[in-house]
C-alpha cells in the first residue's frame, strides 16, 4: 500500500448561461469543488448573475437557466447545488475524486448516494475499507505482498514457528492470490489499484 497524495482532491464544473448559449455566446467559467464547498457556495456558483459576472460578460440576455456546460467527473448537464453537494459529501470521506471514480467502476450509477443524495452506505463501507496500491515500479508488487500475507494469516502459517521454512516452496501463490480475490472488488484508476471487500 502506497501513501495517498492528495493532488486532485477537486472536481470541476463549468457554470454557464443558457440563454446567451442559444444566443451563441459561451458564458461560462470553470469553478472548483472540494470537500470544504458548502452548500451555499454551490448555490452562488449557478446563480445565474454570478455566472456573468466570473465570465466577464454584461447581463443584457435576461437569461435565467443555468446548465452545467462541462465538467471533469461525468456527471449531468442539469446538476443541482443540491445535487453537487453530494459529491462534496463523497469527497470527505475519501483522499480524492479517483476513490469516487474506483467505486463507480464497478457498481450502477447512483450507488454512491442515497435517496437524499447523500453519501449511501454502500460507499461509506467501501470508503472505510478500500486499500490502494501502486500498479507502477518500485512498488508493483506490493498488492501480491498483502495478498500473500493475508492468505498466511488465513491458513494460519504467518509466524508460526512450528510451520517448517520448505512449506512456503510447495505453496502456488499466484492460486492462493487468485482465491483470495474472488472476496475482493478490484479495480484500477490512474495507475493504482483500489481494493476492497465485496459489498
Ligand atoms: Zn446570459
Not at 446567451?20 to 469543488?33: A, H, K, S, V
Not at 449557478?46 to 461525468?74: M, W, Y
Not at 518500485?138 to 492468505?151: G, K, M, R, S
Request: charged fraction near 25%; charge should be negative; hydrophobic fraction near 35%.
Amino acid at each position: 500500500m502506497t501513501q495517498q497524495t492528495e493532488t486532485e482532491n477537486f472536481i470541476e464544473i463549468c457554470p454557464g448561461c443558457l440563454a446567451c448559449y442559444n444566443q451563441g455566446r459561451l458564458t461560462f467559467y470553470w469553478f472548483q469543488i472540494n470537500k470544504d464547498t458548502t452548500l451555499k457556495q454551490l448555490e452562488r456558483a449557478l446563480d445565474v448573475e454570478e455566472i456573468h459576472r466570473k465570465a466577464k460578460t454584461p447581463f443584457l440576455c435576461g437569461g435565467e437557466e443555468v446548465s452545467i456546460q462541462d465538467n471533469d467527473f461525468g456527471g449531468g448537464e442539469y446538476m443541482t447545488a443540491a445535487e453537487l453537494y453530494g459529491y462534496v459529501q463523497l469527497l470527505q470521506l475519501v483522499p480524492n475524486f479517483d476513490y469516487v471514480r474506483a467505486f463507480k467502476n464497478i457498481y450502477l450509477m447512483q450507488d454512491e448516494f442515497d435517496l437524499n443524495q447523500e453519501p449511501s452506505d454502500m460507499f461509506k463501507q467501501f470508503a472505510d475499507d478500500v486499500l490502494v496500491f501502486d500498479t507502477v515500479y518500485p512498488y508493483d508488487n506490493d498488492l501480491d505482498e498483502y495478498l500473500d500475507e493475508l492468505f498466511g494469516e488465513f491458513v494460519g502459517i504467518d509466524q508460526n514457528p512450528q510451520v517448517p521454512e520448505i512449506l512456503y516452496s510447495f505453496i502456488d501463490w499466484r492460486a492462493a492470490r487468485d482465491w483470495l480475490l474472488n472476496d475482493y472488488e478490484k479495480t484500477e484508476v490512474n495507475s493504482k489499484i483500489y481494493l476492497w471487500r465485496k459489498i
